[in-house]
Structure formats: structure tokens, C-alpha cells
């Protein structure tokens, strides 16, 4: 963890009961520039714009991650995920039709 004064983008988090998990994602930003510093806010905001999907793609590896071992973890315990569970993983990140009709 960084102990600068700068400013930090980051995310945590925690899982869900009961094997709680914490997970802090972080970046350092420059410090806020001074609200009359147009140029310095452009900037600013040019490394937050590119830091936002960084972080998003730390948390989206992490939360994968995360539900492959859960997923594991329930098969070896004899648990299979149900219909529904698959048919959404199957169709992550894609239109529904059905559900929008």
C-alpha cells in the first residue's frame, strides 16, 4: 500500500459471508490539481479515463477468479449448478432476447 499523499483510485472487495474476503484494487493518481488549472484538470482527467478500465479489468480477472474456485468448490462437494445458472454463464455478456421481449 502506498503511503503518498497523492490521490488513489481504487475498489474494495469483500465477500460475502461466510469465509470473508477483502480485496483492495488501487492506483496512485497525481494530486487534484487546482480547480482554476484547466490544463492540469485535462490531465488529470486523461489518467483517470485511463486508469477506470484498468481497474475494471483487475476486479473482472479477480471476480473470475473468484467464481471458478467457488464453482470448484461446490462440485467437490457434490453440488451442480442448476439450469438457469448454466444458461446465464453460457449467455454472459450477451442480449437476452428473450427477457426483452
Not at 497523492?6 to 477483502?22: D, F, K, M
Not at 493518481?29 to 486523461?46: E, I, W
Not at 464453482?71 to 453440488?79: S, T, V
Amino acid at each position: 500500500m502506498s503511503t503518498s499523499t497523492g490521490n488513489h483510485l481504487h475498489a474494495v472487495y469483500i465477500s460475502p459471508q461466510p469465509s470473508t474476503q477483502t480485496q483492495t484494487f488501487q492506483h496512485d493518481l497525481s494530486p487534484a490539481p487546482a480547480p482554476s488549472d484547466t490544463s492540469s484538470k485535462v490531465s488529470y482527467l486523461g489518467e483517470l479515463r485511463q486508469l477506470v478500465p484498468k481497474l475494471q479489468d483487475e476486479i473482472n480477472v479477480f471476480l473470475t477468479e473468484r467464481m471458478e474456485e467457488d464453482k470448484k468448490a461446490a462440485e467437490a462437494q457434490g453440488r451442480k449448478e442448476s439450469e438457469k445458472e448454466a444458461k446465464e454463464e453460457e449467455n454472459y455478456g450477451e442480449e437476452n432476447v428473450e427477457e426483452d421481449a
